[in-house]
């Protein structure tokens, strides 16, 4: 059952902004939105999570809607190196386990 | 701190030959996570651990999984007998169990079973 859904993939041209999208329309009080990213032979690294406000760290920002149900990570200005799968999760916080979905597969050009 | 440790890096072993794959948490943590990554299921979570017990092994396909945690700076995942669909990259993650701590994943086992 699949709790978030995210576009399979996304272009993006190299040094300009980029806004990767995820609804979680049954999202619940508990649950954090977390992000993700694997880049290619590697393992998933953090980029950002938050709860009801948007979120800024050196990474990314984390814009979330007012009712919780859509959250879009966004890219200030993309780099080669962005490339990757982002993988937007919903965390109970009343649990500890991560489940990820299928992610989008960011593409950027140079 | 050298991050999550795994080993092996890559694994070739026949159908039937037991695997053991090897994890090292980052020292402090409490909280391990057994994933395996294909191309078709994606990254499933197979289980995880809370200061070294089993919270949650209901991913783990079938009784030829087991997992241990003898102590906070150790854990194995073993097949046996190990089949060719248990070809995929094994990761390993650890946090803080904390609040919606982040993960912290190894670099991954790639397994194939022949």
């Known amino acids: 059952d699949a709790k978030t859904t995210q576009p399979n993939s996304m272009e993006s041209n190299e040094e300009e902004p980029v806004h990767l999208p995820c609804n979680h329309s049954?999202?619940?009080?508990?649950?954090?939105i977390h992000w993700y990213r694997q880049l290619p032979s590697q393992g998933p690294e953090y980029v950002i999570h938050?709860?009801?406000s948007n979120v800024n760290n050196r990474m990314a920002s984390l814009a979330i809607a007012e009712d919780r149900k859509s959250s879009t990570l966004i890219l200030h200005r993309a780099t080669l190196r962005d490339a990757a799968v982002y993988y937007c999760?919903?965390?109970?916080?009343?649990?500890?386990?991560?489940?990820f979905g299928a992610g989008t597969r960011l593409t950027v050009k140079p | 701190d050298a991050g999550v440790i795994q080993s092996p890096r890559h694994e070739v072993t026949e159908m039937g030959q037991e695997v053991t794959l090897r994890c090292k948490p980052i020292?402090?943590?409490?909280?391990l996570f057994w994933y395996r990554q294909t191309m078709m299921r994606g990254l499933e979570l197979l289980i995880y651990?809370?200061?070294?017990?089993?919270?949650?092994d209901s991913g783990m396909p079938e009784d030829r999984f087991s997992a241990k945690m003898p102590n906070a700076s150790f854990s194995t995942l073993k097949i046996q007998p190990s089949e060719p669909r248990d070809s995929a990259v094994y990761f390993c993650?650890?946090?803080?169990?904390?609040?919606?701590?982040?993960?912290?994943f190894g670099s991954g086992t790639q397994l194939s079973v022949l």
């Open positions: 651990f809370n200061n070294n017990v089993p919270i949650d």
């Open positions: 938050g709860l009801t």
């Open positions: 993650a650890s946090s803080l169990r904390r609040e919606n701590e982040k993960l912290f």
């Open positions: 999760i919903l965390r109970d916080y009343n649990n500890n386990d991560m489940r």
């Open positions: 049954t999202i619940s009080g508990t649950d954090y």
């Open positions: 020292s402090g943590h409490n909280s």
